[in-house]
Structures are given as structure tokens and as C-alpha cells.
């Protein structure tokens, strides 16, 4: 009886520990793109058309180096946003200069954020990151999380220097720091 | 009726105005891509605020536009019966009464239903007769059930709960779907709903409908097949969304509806007939002072209601304007101040030649802070000040007869008070407060004035009564939702109070005796209180890909607690009797390539309710209703569906009248 009931318990601790888990595992930086790109129909005056969205990255950080492969994976030829379609372009966080033109900067984590901020202030680029130190910080516009619920954080004085409003509705509903 | 012709000129001339508008986006909120961006529903039904739903400081159910295609259910209150805590008398095959969590009744009163934030519960009566709601199931985006009282955001009415009916904005929404459905006991419906560009910057969406079935066959000694008529209905919708500047767009919607229908009207059954027209503008604005929005909107009501008693015809209108400002102060205060008016006016009948009035002024206001990441308050006031008038006469030697009776202020706050806490990301604990507010309806008021000779020289009245008070309600609720990821469940545990009931008349017991003078009449009025507690547990989640489930179920235990001398059952007003104790659902459902399948089982415990032959208390027994749907999806956009309701038993008793048949449908639908 004893060990019946030790089964019992055994199976439901089981259940429970099963339910915990999340179902999907996806990579991180393949949801939170999706996110990021979805928010740029939230600006007043939000793209239409062909958008460039560069993928900033460490070469010497594995770890950015495989998120910004997710991501560019995700995107693929061109991720639709409302009117916009958004498509990535690797960017060396050591050669800024070479992006080009591009709308946005998604920032992988372990890039220095704080110069790649100040770079995006400077050129009038919305940046955005999944690292919530780079938006608590106040180098990125925008911090966005995907699991295990939508987040989504903007710095109020960052997204001022570059001259990015928000819609009202979206900023109701968003965290602003 | 010059009145109504100036409306719809004004209308017509309005949405063509609208296609010479100038350029831009959007201001209004964006449900479908607020939705894709948070992957959940967007509402502003709990504060006027657009918020997730999982973050609304309301205890909250959304009905998708996809839980409602796949349920198959062919009307607004069968789908509303699968939702947790909602309590549904099908009295009809065209009627049902839908209540939040217990106190239903025939002609239930305490549930506001809104169709895009316009109020469709109808004043004259306090009801709502969902066949007379102008939408079309194709074009609701999703079905906003609000439970427990929401005064202090939307007035007078939204006393147990709200419904609101969210539709597709023509601005963002695509949406061409027609649909043809046949079935059992004659059920034939056809619907169109398209969306067009009028000019580069105006969209706008049309919908047109019409349905018809056999009524239910009587069983028993009452009612008479005689008495009875099938429900039918006709209605139609347009909706004009222009974008007038950069950061500012009108809305315009006008709908009518044409119905038949039969209804429970507690003395026996009676046919129904209903045209309801509405016109509503409202123009949003984003403004450095915040998100501003104007509105206006008149509903227009033209009832009769036939009975062996003979033909009443009752005309309504209500006009309503508001004015509102949704700002934020700093990251983590947001701020809504709202002024409104509403006048709304009523014939008296059946015997006429005068009218009953009110005018209602508001103010409200609503505080949400975000007080770190896990805490969160919300505070909400309104207060109502309603002012009764009478002009015109009256019958002879009727009790009252003197205008100045009705010269009445009517002050009452109502209040929403919710602090959450959410202490991980998949755990909400939610604690409210509220005080709601159900005012009389018109009729109540005196919009009724009719007399019964009882012997030759004798003759009693049933009168309105213009001294009855509102009914308050305060509802104390504490939530607790948990997400697994997987699966969710969450529990809730509700406290509800009532002081000031109210009741039907009496027909064996005089409110006003007779005089020298004056008959003796029958009216309405406040009966005591009653108290409610109760628990609701709900569970979805998701077994494999494209299976889901869903289970829930909510025990009420209602004690009354009525004013002395009361006869309940006469005043119709036994709600610890006439509420099960429990109601509750199980379903599930699938989704693999082109096909698709649900299907859901509603329980009701035992309870009774009032007797058709005698006004008595009769048992009505436990049932469960089992409703599904079979859909195959072709790649042209069409499907094909056969869906059903009853579908354990050829008929069912699920009230004290008519018994509830079996209903099966198929239904082709295109969308392109």
C-alpha cells in the first residue's frame, strides 16, 4: 500500500514537473526578432516597404555569433511586420560603419551595447535588444522578450535622442523605463 | 420620427463626407496586430485602457473569432454558454437569457452587452434580445465577457457582468465571408459580410443577414401551439472608419435589425416583434494630451410585444454622448477622465398619451500604476446622476396621476478597485473590489400603465412605480491564474451582495390600495437583499499539436435575504432557488490538415424555477447538453461544417417552458 502510494505521488510530482516545462524549445533570438520586428508598426510613423534590420554581432563571442545566426535564420529572405518587410544584415559590432544603411540594430547579446548605443544615438537608429541590460542602461531604444510571455521595455530618454515616438495604444500596453 | 430621419441624413451625409477625407495611419487600437505582437487578446473592457488579457485588472474571458467558428454554435448566447460562470435559460428556440454567475431570470436584467463599446441591452424592458444584436457571427472579432460588476467604466447595468461585442475595424481588418447554413426543424440563414475602400484613406465594412427557424413544439399543457410564432430575423451593419488627419480617424457605424421571436414573458409566452436602428460616430484623436475620444450615438427601439393580453407597443430612444482622455503620466501611471450624457426616453403603455424621460450625467475616472514589475493597482469611479421626468396624462382614477411624482434625482458611485501581483512570469494573483449599479428600466419606472377590470366598476392597475431604487451590487473576488505553459488553471473565489432588489409585480397583493378615488394597483418593487458566494475553477491546455481541452466549472450558493412580508416566488424574485448551484463545461478540440473538429458538453444542476400554469416553484432536473462541430477546410476558402446542439436528446428540458430540441446545421462558408 505504502509503495502504491509512493508511486501515486511519484506520478503526480512527474505530471506537475512535466506541465512546468515548455512545450517548444526555440532558440534564442528566433522569437524575439519576430517581437522586434512586429513593434516597429507601433511607431508613428512606421516603415513601409523593404526594411534593414542589421543583426549586430561579436565574432569573437560564440554565443553572439549562434544568436545572430538564429535570428538571420528566422528572418530568412524577409520577415512581413504590418506594411514592412523586414529583412537581417549581418553587422560586426567592430564595424558599425560598414552597416550601411539600415532602419534598426538588433543587438545579440554580449556586444559591447553601450558603444553600439551610442552609435545607433548618433545615426538616428532605433536599437533594440533581447539583453534587458542594454535598454535598462539606456543604450537600446527598445528591450524584447519572448518567453515565457511577451515583453516589451522602452527607454523613454533613448528612444527621445533618436527622435522615436510610439503609437498611444502600444505604449499602454508596454513597460517604459 | 422627423427626429430619426435627421439622424440618418446626418448618417448618410457623414460616411460620404468620410470619402473625400484626407491622408494617414492609425490612432484607434489595432486588436488583430496588438494580438500578433503579445500573442494573446487585446482588450480595453476592463478600465478603457487598451491592456492583454492576461494583465486586464478584470476577471476577464475572451471569446475569439476562432473559438467561435470552430464551436459551431450558431448564435451569441450558445456561445456565451461555454464560457465559465455564464448561467443560460434557453426559454426559446429564439430566446435565451444569459446572466454571469448566478441570479438569471426571464428578461434577465443585470448583464450589459455592447456591441464595439454601444450598448445593444435594450432600456425599456432592461434585457437583452440577442437575435436583435446587428452583427453577424463572421464579422466579431471577439467576445469580451466581463464577470462581476463594471459600473465605474460603462454605467448603469453592467451590475453581474458585460459583454462586449468586439467587431473587425474595416481600417485593419479584411474580412469577405459568406455563409449559407441549413438544418433540422427548418433553420435556414444566409450572411454577407465585405470589406471595401471608399477613397485612398476611408474603409468600411458591410454585413447583411437574415435567419429563420421552426419555434420549439410545445409539450405541455402550456404554452399553446397557438400562442406560438417561429423567430425570425433580419439585420444589417455598416461600418466607415476614415482617417480625417495624421493622428486622427471617425468612426461611423449605423445597423438594423427586423425581429420575431417568441419569449418567456413569466405570465406565458408571447410573440415579439423588434426594429432596432443605431447611428454612432466617434472620432479619436492622439493629441499631446493624451488619446482623445468623442463620441455619440443613438439607438432606436420599436417593440411590440402580443399576448393573449392584446398588443403593447413600446418606443425607446436613447442618445448618449461622452467624451474621454486616456494619458499617462511618467512610465508607470495611466490616467482615463470621462464626462457623459445619455437621454433616454420612453412611451407610456399600453395606455398611452404620455411619456417617461430621464437624462443621466457622469463623471469617471480611472488611475492604473504600475507600482514595480509584479504590482500593479487599478482604481476606477464613476458616479451617475439621473434625473426622472413624466409628461402627458394619465388613465382615469389611476393611483399617482400627477407628473411631479417622477421629478426624481438619482445619485449613486460605482466603483473598481483591483490590485494584482504577479510574482513570476506564469503566476497572477488578482484581489477586487466593486460596486455596481442596476438602475430600474424604464418600463419599471412607469413606462407600464395599464388597467384589468375585475368586475363591472372595478378596475386595477399595473403601474410603473417611480420611487424604485436602484439595485447595488458589491462583489468582493480573489484570482489566482497559473500558467504551466502547457496547460493554465485558475481558480477564483467571489463574494456578492445585493441590497434593493427588485421585482416583478404581484398580481395577488395591491401596492397601492384603492381610494375613493383611485384604483389599487399592482407595481414593482425593492424587495431586500441577497448574498452570494461562490468558487470557479477553470483548465485549458493542450495535449498534442492541433488537440486542445478545456474544462471549468462554478458552484453558487445564494441565500436571499428579502424584506419581510415578501412573497418571493409571487415577486419573482427566489433566486436561491431558481439559481443551480452548479454550472460547467468539458470539451475539447482538434485540428489536423483540412479538418477540424470540436465538440462540448454543458452542465446545469437541479434548480427550479417558476411554473408557466401557476407562477409556482417546480423542480427542473440536472441536464447536459452536448454540442460539436465537424469542419472540412478547402483550399479556395471554402468550408464545410455540420455542427449541432442538443444533440444527447431529441428535446430537453432545460426551463420550465418550452423543451429544448435538436439542432443540427451544415453550414458552407467562403472567404476571399
Known amino acids: ?177 | 420620427m422627423k427626429t430619426k430621419i435627421v439622424y440618418r441624413i446626418l448618417f448618410v451625409s457623414t460616411a460620404m463626407t468620410l470619402a473625400l477625407a484626407a491622408t494617414a495611419h492609425a490612432q484607434s487600437v489595432d486588436y488583430g496586430s496588438l494580438q500578433t505582437l503579445f500573442n494573446e487578446p487585446v482588450t480595453t473592457s476592463a478600465t478603457g485602457s487598451p491592456q492583454r488579457s492576461t494583465e486586464a485588472p478584470a476577471d476577464m474571458q475572451i471569446i475569439t473569432a476562432d473559438e467561435i467558428r470552430r464551436s459551431g454554435e450558431t448564435t451569441i448566447s450558445g456561445i456565451l454558454q461555454r464560457a465559465a460562470g455564464i448561467d443560460v435559460l434557453n426559454t426559446t428556440a429564439g430566446q435565451s437569457e444569459v446572466n454571469v454567475r448566478g441570479y438569471n431570470q426571464l428578461a434577465s436584467p443585470r448583464l450589459l452587452v455592447l456591441v464595439n463599446g454601444r450598448q445593444v441591452y435594450l432600456d425599456h424592458y432592461g434585457l437583452t434580445t440577442w437575435a436583435a444584436i446587428p452583427v453577424q457571427l463572421e464579422e466579431i472579432r471577439q467576445i469580451e465577457v466581463v464577470k462581476g460588476p463594471n459600473s465605474a467604466l460603462f454605467g448603469f447595468n453592467a451590475a453581474s457582468g458585460v459583454i462586449n461585442i468586439i467587431t473587425y475595424n474595416p481600417k485593419y481588418d479584411d474580412t469577405n465571408i459568406a455563409t449559407l447554413r441549413g438544418g433540422l426543424n427548418g433553420q435556414r440563414e444566409g450572411s454577407l459580410v465585405t470589406t471595401f475602400k471608399i477613397g485612398p484613406n476611408v474603409s468600411a465594412r458591410l454585413s447583411v443577414g437574415g435567419t429563420s427557424r421552426d419555434e420549439w413544439k410545445p409539450t405541455g399543457a402550456l404554452p399553446l401551439a397557438s400562442d406560438l410564432y417561429d423567430p425570425a430575423s433580419v439585420k444589417s451593419n455598416l461600418d466607415i472608419v476614415a482617417q480625417l488627419a495624421p493622428k486622427t480617424e471617425l468612426r461611423v457605424e449605423g445597423s438594423w435589425s427586423n425581429i420575431q421571436q417568441d419569449n418567456n414573458l413569466g405570465v406565458g409566452y408571447g410573440v415579439i416583434k423588434m426594429i432596432n436602428a443605431s447611428e454612432k460616430a466617434t472620432l479619436i484623436s492622439e493629441t499631446r494630451w493624451g488619446l482623445i475620444q468623442a463620441q455619440a450615438y443613438q439607438n432606436q427601439l420599436t417593440s411590440k410585444y402580443a399576448s393573449r393580453l392584446g398588443v403593447t407597443e413600446w418606443n425607446n430612444a436613447i442618445t448618449v454622448a461622452s467624451l474621454q482622455d486616456l494619458f499617462k503620466i511618467g512610465a508607470d501611471h495611466t490616467f482615463r477622465v470621462a464626462a457623459e450624457y445619455r437621454h433616454n426616453t420612453l412611451n407610456v403603455a399600453p395606455i398611452g398619451g404620455a411619456n417617461i424621460s430621464y437624462d443621466v450625467w457622469s463623471g469617471s475616472g480611472m488611475w492604473n500604476w504600475a507600482i514595480n514589475r509584479q504590482l500593479t493597482l487599478t482604481t476606477a469611479l464613476r458616479v451617475d446622476d439621473l434625473k426622472l421626468s413624466r409628461s402627458g396624462s394619465f388613465a382615469p382614477n389611476v393611483a399617482l396621476a400627477d407628473n411631479n411624482h417622477w421629478n426624481r434625482d438619482i445619485v449613486e458611485p460605482s466603483i473598481n478597485l483591483t490590485g494584482a501581483w504577479r510574482p513570476t512570469a506564469y503566476d497572477t494573483v488578482k484581489l477586487s473590489f466593486a460596486r455596481g449599479i442596476q438602475a430600474p428600466s424604464l418600463i419599471e419606472l412607469g413606462g407600464v400603465q395599464t388597467g384589468i377590470p375585475v368586475a363591472p366598476g372595478f378596475t386595477l392597475n399595473l403601474l410603473g412605480n417611480p420611487k424604485l431604487n436602484p439595485s447595488i451590487v458589491t462583489n468582493y473576488e480573489l484570482a489566482y491564474d497559473h500558467d504551466f505553459m502547457i496547460a493554465k488553471i485558475g481558480a477564483r473565489l467571489f463574494v456578492q451582495d445585493w441590497t434593493d432588489l427588485k421585482s416583478n409585480a404581484q398580481v395577488t397583493a395591491l401596492d397601492y390600495l384603492p381610494t375613493a378615488t383611485t384604483n389599487g394597483a399592482f407595481s414593482f418593487i425593492n424587495v431586500g437583499a441577497s448574498h452570494e458566494k461562490g468558487v470557479e475553477l477553470t483548465a485549458t491546455g493542450k495535449i498534442a499539436d492541433g488537440l486542445s481541452w478545456r474544462a471549468d466549472t462554478t458552484y453558487t450558493d445564494v441565500k436571499d435575504k428579502l424584506t419581510t412580508g415578501v412573497n418571493a416566488v409571487a415577486r419573482s424574485v427566489a433566486f436561491q432557488d431558481t439559481t443551480p448551484k452548479f454550472r460547467g463545461n468539458i470539451g475539447g478540440d482538434w485540428e489536423k490538415g483540412h479538418w477540424e473538429a470540436d465538440a462540448n458538453l454543458h452542465y446545469v444542476s437541479d434548480y427550479q424555477f417558476y411554473s408557466l400554469l401557476n407562477g409556482a416553484l417546480v423542480p427542473v432536473k440536472a441536464y447536459t447538453a452536448l454540442s460539436g462541430r465537424i469542419g472540412y477546410k478547402m483550399d479556395d476558402g471554402v468550408i464545410l461544417a455540420l455542427s449541432g446542439q442538443n444533440l444527447g436528446s431529441n428535446r430537453q428540458k432545460q426551463t420550465t417552458g418550452l423543451e429544448a430540441e435538436r439542432s443540427m446545421q451544415f453550414t458552407i462558408t467562403k472567404t476571399w
Open chain 1, 1 to 177: 500500500m505504502r509503495v502504491e502510494f509512493t508511486r501515486s505521488l511519484l506520478s503526480a510530482a512527474m505530471v506537475i514537473s512535466a506541465l512546468g516545462l515548455p512545450q517548444i524549445c526555440f532558440a534564442e533570438g528566433a522569437r524575439e526578432i519576430q517581437v522586434a520586428g512586429r513593434t516597429l508598426g507601433f511607431l508613428e510613423n512606421p516603415p513601409s516597404g523593404r526594411v534593414v534590420m542589421g543583426i549586430v554581432y561579436d565574432p569573437s563571442k560564440p554565443g553572439s555569433v549562434a544568436e545572430k545566426d538564429e535570428i538571420m535564420g528566422s528572418i530568412g529572405a524577409g520577415m512581413t511586420a504590418g506594411s514592412a518587410t523586414i529583412v537581417g544584415k549581418p553587422v560586426d559590432a567592430s564595424s558599425l560603419g560598414a552597416a550601411g544603411d539600415v532602419y534598426a540594430l538588433y543587438l545579440t547579446h554580449g556586444v559591447n551595447y553601450a558603444a553600439v548605443g551610442a552609435a545607433g544615438k548618433a545615426k538616428k537608429v532605433l536599437t533594440i535588444s533581447a539583453d534587458m541590460g542594454c535598454v535598462n542602461s539606456g543604450a537600446c531604444v527598445m528591450g524584447v522578450a519572448a518567453d515565457p510571455k511577451v515583453g516589451i521595455t522602452v527607454n523613454h530618454s533613448a528612444a527621445a535622442a533618436i527622435g522615436a515616438a510610439f503609437k498611444a495604444a502600444f505604449k499602454m500596453m508596454i513597460k517604459e523605463i
